[in-house]
C-alpha cells in the first residue's frame, strides 16, 4: 500500500529497488541517468539528473519512491534504452516507456 494512501498499490519493493540499484552499479559509468519523485512531490534531485547509483540512489527509504525515470546517457558504448528496459522487466517492474524522451519510468504505486 501507498504510505498514507489506501487507494493506492505498491508495484515495487526493497528487493526491486536494490536489484536494479546492484545492476546499474555493475554497469559504473554506463548506467543511465535517473531522478525520483517520492511520494510526498519531493523532487531528487530538484533539477536534472543524477548519475551515481552506489551511493545516492541508496539514500533515503526505498518505501518513499513513487516515481523514478531513467535516461540513457548519451555515449555509444552506455547502456542503451533497450537494454535499460530490459533490465527492468527483467526485475519485475511495471514501465511506462516514453520513447520520444529516450525515458523510461519505473512506477512504484498505482491507483486500484
Partial sequence: MFPGNPKKA?????????????EMVSLAQLAPYWRTVSVSGNRYPVVG?????????????????????LLPRPDENAASYEQCVDI????????????????????AYRNM
Avoid: M, P, Q
Fill in 49 to 69: 539528473w543524477d548519475g551515481d547509483w552506489s551511493y545516492h540512489f541508496r539514500l533515503g527509504s526505498y518505501r518513499e519512491i513513487e516515481v523514478c525515470e
Fill in 88 to 107: 527492468c522487466r527483467a526485475i519485475g517492474f511495471e514501465l511506462e516507456l516514453r520513447f520520444s524522451e529516450n525515458i523510461i519510468k519505473i512506477v
Fill in 10 to 22: 505498491g508495484l515495487a519493493n526493497n528487493t526491486k529497488w536494490r536489484e536494479l540499484r546492484a
